[in-house]
Antibody
Framework: QVQLQESGPGLVKPSQTLSLTCTVS??????????WNWIRQPAGKGLEWIGR???????NYNPSLKSRVTISVATSKNQFSLNVSSVTAADTAVYYC???????????WGQGTLVTVSS | EIVLTQSPDFQSVTPKEKVTITCRAS??????LHWYQQKPDQSPKLLIK???QSISGVPSRFSGSGSGTDFTLTINSLEAEDAAAYYC?????????FGGGTKVEIK
């Protein structure tokens, strides 16, 4: 069964770039027809979809973040990554990576990683 | 953007009671509506896909119904382990969106 694990700095200074990596195990990131997603959740709040990258490399982003977000894939490492530029305190959240079932709901999730934006 | 409105926000329920959570979409999304359960300090877990399709390993007391704009998650005979937040999610159009969540507490 596919497993996902987020990694990256837990603390980022305001105006800097937040960078996270999701490592996939139990299957190749380049096989099948799946979307690989990033989703975040501020403490005590709901879920916000950030964006996704398709197996072929195509991307979709949430317009609310689009100008600041980049999602990329490193197939040789079986990883995909998230960059969010010019962060503010509002970007403080638990960040999840997740894979869908195939053009549908994210079904396989990482455990999440807390990123705090603070000086 | 499709807005998903869940109700209620909070529900306190006795074990073995039936729980009904609704999710209303701001426009028709067909059956592209999915339900998640999230327990404290855990990742969301997919319970129901495409409005009513069951997920392997999920107890049969969880069921979903609806299409278009109105959807329902039903938990038959609530168990203590079902205390959690429940979210609906649409994959009909971008940006993907989630409902605001319903917290279910066990009395």
């Amino acid at each position: 069964q596919v497993q996902l694990q987020e990694s990256g700095p837990g603390l980022v200074k305001p105006s800097q770039t937040l960078s996270l990596t999701c490592t996939v195990s139990g299957g190749s990131i380049s096989s099948g027809n799946y979307y690989w997603n990033w989703i975040r959740q501020p403490a005590g709040k709901g879920l916000e979809w950030i964006g996704r990258i398709y197996t072929s490399g195509g991307t979709n982003y949430n317009p609310s973040l689009k100008s600041r977000v980049t999602i990329s894939v490193a197939t040789s490492k079986n990883q995909f990554s998230l960059n969010v530029s010019s962060v503010t305190a509002a970007d403080t959240a638990v960040y999840y990576c997740a894979r869908d079932l195939g053009a549908g709901a994210p079904a396989y999730w990482g455990q999440g990683t807390l990123v705090t934006v603070s000086s | 953007e499709i807005v998903l409105t869940q109700s209620p926000d909070f529900q306190s329920v006795t074990p073995k009671e039936k729980v009904t959570i609704t999710c209303r979409a701001s426009q028709s999304i067909g059956s592209s509506l999915h339900w998640y359960q999230q327990k404290p300090d855990q990742s969301p877990k997919l319970l129901i896909k495409y409005a009513s399709q069951s997920i392997s390993g999920v107890p049969s007391r969880f069921s979903g119904s609806g299409s278009g704009t109105d959807f329902t998650l039903t938990i038959n005979s609530l168990e203590a382990e079902d205390a959690a937040a429940y979210y609906c999610h649409q994959s009909s159009s971008l940006p993907l969106t989630f409902g605001g969540g319903t917290k279910v507490e066990i009395k």
